[in-house]
């Protein structure tokens, strides 16, 4: 009797419990079989993104550099002559002689590649200056000399001749053709004893005044003359105070030339223009 009502029981819990699952397959129409769930849709991927440096700003690190006084200073202490704050030829010859000593390029007049080897602190200031304005968009120009040409020794770098030389001189052989820098007109055509002829073009875009010394022969361009980049303005001479068939360039900054502006180093400028026209410098000349 035992057996058979546990056995009863056990029937009667199966038929209940298949009674509901029927009711519940009737209920959710699936006929008691499960429904399987659809896939998630798959998340597209990111594209992959590529990140691109920007390219390095070249600096030029044999290229001159201005030096404060208190920084000239410093540059003489270490080359062993009177620290008087000036660039003259007993500095530019004890820089040569330093820069032969540590095996540097030879150019008798400071710049970065020397000040880092001398370990000056504020090497890398200057450093970071070259960099911001190497990286600054140049200013649109034309470069002047239209055939080869090369800088000259330390003596005709800006700054040079105990801080009276105002520009830069650029040898090229006599005769060959000059052209304006910038767009401007002619503020000045005159021969000096100096200078030579020389032609002074304003109003460029860059609000500097650029001057062009001992040109071959008078400049074909007259005072308000308007000028464009690349405007013929006379050809490489020796003309006045020269040492050889050569321009030399001036920058001057508003309001310009002897007329309350003052000079800059126009070295990267030229250098920018040349680099554009793909007529880089040649070998200096010693």
């Known amino acids: ?22 009711v519940a397959s009737a209920a959710d129409g699936t006929g008691g079989l499960a429904a399987t769930p659809a896939p998630a849709p798959a998340t597209p991927a990111s594209p992959a993104v590529t990140t691109q440096s920007a390219p390095a700003t070249v600096i030029k690190v044999t290229a001159a550099v201005s030096l404060t006084r208190s920084q000239t200073k410093s540059v003489q202490r270490r080359v062993h002559v009177r620290a008087d704050g000036r660039i003259g030829t007993g500095t530019r010859s004890a820089i040569r002689r330093y820069q032969s000593k540590k095996k540097l390029m030879r150019t008798g007049r400071p710049n970065l590649q020397t000040l880092r080897a001398m370990k000056l602190k504020f090497a890398e200031t200057i450093a970071g200056r070259m960099a911001r304005k190497a990286a600054a968009p140049s200013p649109d120009g034309t470069f002047p000399i239209q055939g080869p040409w090369h800088y000259g020794g330390a003596a005709t770098t800006f700054r040079a001749r105990g801080g009276a030389h105002q520009g830069v001189d650029l040898f090229a052989a006599c005769g060959t053709p000059l052209v304006a820098a910038s767009p401007g007109q002619v503020r000045t055509r005159k021969y000096e004893a100096r200078a030579g002829n020389y032609v002074v073009i304003t109003g460029t875009p860059g609000g500097e005044d650029e001057v062009y010394m001992h040109l071959k022969s008078r ?41 309350g502006g003052h000079t800059h180093d126009p070295t990267a400028t030229l250098d920018a223009w040349a680099a554009a026209a793909g007529n880089p410098a040649g070998a200096a000349t010693s």
Request: glycine fraction near 16%.
């Open 1 to 22: 009797m035992r057996g058979s009502r546990t056995t009863g029981a056990i029937a009667v819990a199966l038929c209940t419990m298949m009674t509901g699952a029927s």
């Open 219 to 259: 400049s074909p361009l007259k005072v308000g003359d308007a000028v464009q980049a690349g405007t013929p303005v006379g050809t490489v001479g020796d003309t006045g105070d020269a040492d050889g068939c050569h321009l030399h360039f001036e920058l001057w900054t508003a309001p310009g030339w002897y007329a």
